[in-house]
Nanobody, 123 residues
Framework: QVQLVESGGGLVQAGGSLRLSCAAS????????MGWFRQAPGKEREFVAT???????QYADSVKGRFTISRDNAKNTVYLQMNSLKPEDTAIYYC?????????????????WGQGTQVTVSS
């Protein structure tokens, strides 16, 4: 079993920054992907970014150049640095862990999920 706990959400003005953290516990591997998804009201959960092994990363086109995913394997923690935030980034952000190798950009590719943290960007 793997437990994921997110933190760092909040309210920020457009153009501002936030950093989300996700601490994992249980049977995890530093080589398996950990990622971020988000879900806005009335919309499906969508991929944001994922990180695997020592340096593998993948981003959604909508956040490239603005968001950065990073991972501290010693702390079993993944981060999402979000800069130049826009109102359309408003959503609940979820951390996810995939219990196998090979990265995925779809929600069904991940086996464990955190409870989510709200990010609200005001215009």
């Amino acid at each position: 079993q793997v437990q994921l706990v997110e933190s760092g959400g909040g309210l920020v003005q457009a153009g501002g920054s936030l950093r989300l953290s996700c601490a994992a516990s249980g049977r995890t591997s530093s080589t398996y992907p950990m990622g971020w998804f988000r879900q806005a009201p009335g919309k499906e959960r969508e991929f944001v970014a994922t990180s695997w092994s020592s340096s593998g990363t993948q981003y959604a086109d909508s956040v490239k150049g603005r968001f950065t995913i990073s991972r501290d394997n010693a702390k079993n923690t993944v981060y999402l640095q979000m800069n130049s935030l826009k109102p359309e980034d408003t959503a609940i952000y979820y951390c996810a862990y995939r219990g196998s190798s090979g990265y995925s950009t779809v929600a069904r590719g991940y086996d464990y999920w955190g409870q989510g943290t709200q990010v609200t960007v005001s215009s």
